[in-house]
T-cell receptor, first 114, second 112 residues
Framework: KAGVTQTPRYLIKTRGQQVTLSCSPISGHRSVSWYQQTPGQGLQFLFEYFSETQRNKGNFPGRFSGRQFSNSRSEMNVSTLELGDSALYLCASSLDEGGSHEQYFGPGTRLTVT | GENVEQHPSTLSVQEGDSAVIKCTYS??????FPWYKQELGKRPQLIID?????GEKKDQRIAVTLNKTAKHFSLHITETQPEDSAVYFCAASSGGANNLFFGTGTRLTVIP
């Protein structure tokens, strides 16, 4: 099976702009979670989508949003970008059946805000 | 919310020695504890996990132990090899949720 894929891998944006990141989960996985990784804050949970519904949400401002499509692919959007949004954005997919909660990460999208 | 603390932040061992990384968690409802290895520039890779109904789990040179009473869990790597050098993260989640709370990471260096 192909692993989790994310596009684009690198992105440079200017303050105030918005950005959309995409994540394709492992085939058959229905849960997609998003995380932000920075040197200062480490790995922080953004939100999780399951069957096109947001099921869990972390402590990030409303500028961070996401959605999931019927094929389980997910997108996250960050509006009005700030310098502090520069980070590696990772998505992870999980089968989430029969008590299986193993999450498998994609390679990430490195976002730089200037 | 859940708070996961991880120690040490850096660890250097000689090749062939053992390495131990420890984590504590705060939420007694947490019941799933995975460990991830992240090499430089790469994605976090799930290496082992444990659920709260199990006290210990082994996979070749890697083992994880869980003490629910004390709310701590540990990663043990035996017979370390240079390719074990990476940053290791512990994490916790509760109630079947897929929102992981991560520790701050341990940079392990295995000296040949």
């Amino acid at each position: 099976k192909a692993g989790v894929t994310q596009t684009p891998r690198y992105l440079i944006k200017t303050r105030g702009q918005q950005v959309t990141l995409s994540c394709s989960p492992i085939s058959g996985h229905r849960s997609v979670s998003w995380y932000q990784q920075t040197p200062g804050q480490g790995l922080q949970f953004l939100f999780e989508y399951f069957s096109e519904t947001q099921r869990n949400k972390g402590n990030f401002p409303g500028r961070f949003s996401g959605r999931q499509f019927s094929n389980s692919r997910s997108e996250m959007n960050v509006s009005t970008l700030e310098l502090g949004d520069s980070a590696l954005y990772l998505c992870a997919s999980s089968l989430d059946e029969g008590g299986s909660h193993e999450q498998y990460f994609g390679p990430g999208t490195r976002l730089t805000v200037t | 919310g859940e708070n996961v603390e991880q120690h040490p932040s850096t660890l250097s061992v000689q090749e062939g020695d053992s390495a131990v990384i420890k984590c504590t968690y705060s939420d007694s409802a947490s019941n799933y504890f995975p460990w991830y290895k992240q090499e430089l520039g790469k994605r976090p890779q799930l290496i082992i996990d444990i659920r709260s109904n199990v006290g210990e789990k082994k996979d070749q040179r890697i083992a994880v132990t869980l003490n629910k009473t004390a709310k701590h869990f540990s990663l043990h790597i035996t017979e370390t090899q240079p390719e074990d050098s990476a940053v290791y993260f512990c994490a916790a989640s509760s109630g079947g949720a897929n929102n992981l709370f991560f520790g701050t990471g341990t940079r392990l260096t295995v000296i040949p």
